[in-house]
């Protein structure tokens, strides 16, 4: 399988425990996204890579939230101290672009995330 | 104006209806635009790219009107496999993408 591929799929936590979340984007792609989805909702975006360098984050990146792609490869997404209001879809997508031109962003099938 | 608007529906219709979804944006410099599809608990794929006045692939056409600042997705001939939620997408800066809450359509038989 060449798609994007996310682990774990799901993952059920306790509040205040920390967990990590690994995305592995398509291979010749140089840009690598994290997005989050609650019930009812629209995915919303927390951040971008190209290549190695974070590039911009969201607002709701909190404090709590990293995020790494240390060899511009797969990526971690890591929170810090879990809150219920965490309990979400998390949505990694890659995509190629050259230069500045918005191009198809490819999802995976995404982590959920349970905080009890 | 929120930054992507769509009417949540559900829109429920029958086999080989034709229907429509609407879709409102606040960034009046955005230029390209996307309709993503996503299937209960599946992520969301690429139905169609909007760069101009429109786009047709089969039974989806999808019109802009920046006048307006809207977008359209209409499906004919609707199929059963065509359930699913709708989700209208803008691009914002260089990378992010800003999805609306999604259409959802349920076409029954």
């Known amino acids: 399988d060449t798609g994007v591929s996310q682990n774990p799929r799901h993952k059920i936590t306790k509040r205040g425990q920390n967990v990590t979340f690994r995305c592995d984007p398509i291979?010749?792609?140089?840009?690598l996204y994290w997005y989050r989805q609650t019930l009812g909702q629209g995915p919303e975006f927390l951040t971008y890579?190209?290549?190695?360098?974070?590039?911009?984050k969201s607002r709701l990146l909190s404090d709590r939230f990293s995020a790494e792609r240390p060899k511009g490869s797969f990526s971690t997404l890591e929170i810090q101290r879990t809150e219920q209001g965490d309990s979400a879809m998390y949505l990694c997508?890659?995509?190629?672009?050259?230069?500045?031109?918005?191009?198809?962003?490819?999802f995976g099938p995404g982590t959920r995330l349970t905080v009890l | 104006r929120k930054e992507v608007e769509q009417d949540p529906g559900p829109f429920n219709v029958p086999e080989g209806a034709t229907v429509a979804f609407n879709c409102t944006y606040s960034?009046?410099?955005?230029?390209?635009f996307f309709w993503y599809r996503q299937d209960c608990r599946k992520e969301p794929k690429l139905l169609m790219s909007?760069?101009?006045s429109g786009n047709e692939d089969g039974r989806f056409t999808a019109q802009l009107n920046r006048a307006s600042q809207y977008i359209s997705l209409l499906i004919r001939d609707s199929k059963l496999s065509d359930s699913a939620t709708y989700l209208c997408?803008?691009?914002?800066?260089?990378?992010?993408?800003?999805f609306g809450k999604g259409t959802t359509l349920s076409v029954s038989s």
């Open positions: 997408v803008v691009p914002k800066g260089r990378a992010a993408l800003i």
């Open positions: 890579f190209q290549n190695e360098a974070q590039l911009e």
């Open positions: 960034n009046s410099a955005s230029q390209s």
């Open positions: 909007v760069y101009s």
């Open positions: 291979s010749e792609h140089n840009r």
């Open positions: 997508a890659s995509s190629w672009v050259p230069g500045l031109t918005i191009n198809e962003q490819f």
